[in-house]
Nanobody, 129 residues
Framework: VHLQESGGDSVQTGGFLRLSCEAD????????LTWFRQAPGKEREGVAA???????AYAPSVQNRFTVSKDNAKKTLYLQMLNLKPEDSGVYYCAAGNHARLDGGRWTCDFHMRLYTFWGQGTQVTVSS
């Protein structure tokens, strides 16, 4: 298994969660380690990416609420989610790809699904009002 998510749960609006994604050694060294989510009836969307150079990229809807981080010793990607809203509900996936690019002198990773090689099975997050 290249990627394995955990940490999903049911919380109330305003609550918080931390998701984890354990990776094997090769996958963990990918240029882009990214969290996606998919709500019922909606397309999967990129949420937060950790770029190999240390920069991060966030979707506007989660900026200042979500934080993506890594633990190199554990080869684990995290997503800290604060002030959760019902619209944050969905299945959260982590994905890995090698497509980092320079944007204005800063490395970033695009959220296009087709650019990602490996995917986890997902973990469910439900936020109730």
């Amino acid at each position: 298994v290249h990627l394995q998510e955990s940490g999903g749960d049911s919380v109330q609006t305003g609550g918080f969660l931390r998701l984890s994604c354990e990776a094997d050694s090769d996958t963990y060294s990918s240029e882009c380690l990214t969290w996606f989510r998919q709500a019922p009836g909606k397309e999967r969307e990129g949420v937060a990416a950790f770029v190999f150079a240390g920069s991060r990229a966030y979707a506007p809807s989660v900026q200042n609420r979500f934080t993506v981080s890594k633990d190199n010793a554990k080869k684990t990607l995290y997503l800290q989610m604060l002030n959760l809203k019902p619209e944050d509900s969905g299945v959260y996936y982590c994905a890995a790809g090698n497509h980092a690019r320079l944007d204005g002198g800063r490395w970033t990773c695009d959220f296009h699904m087709r650019l990602y090689t490996f995917w986890g099975q997902g973990t469910q997050v439900t936020v109730s009002s």
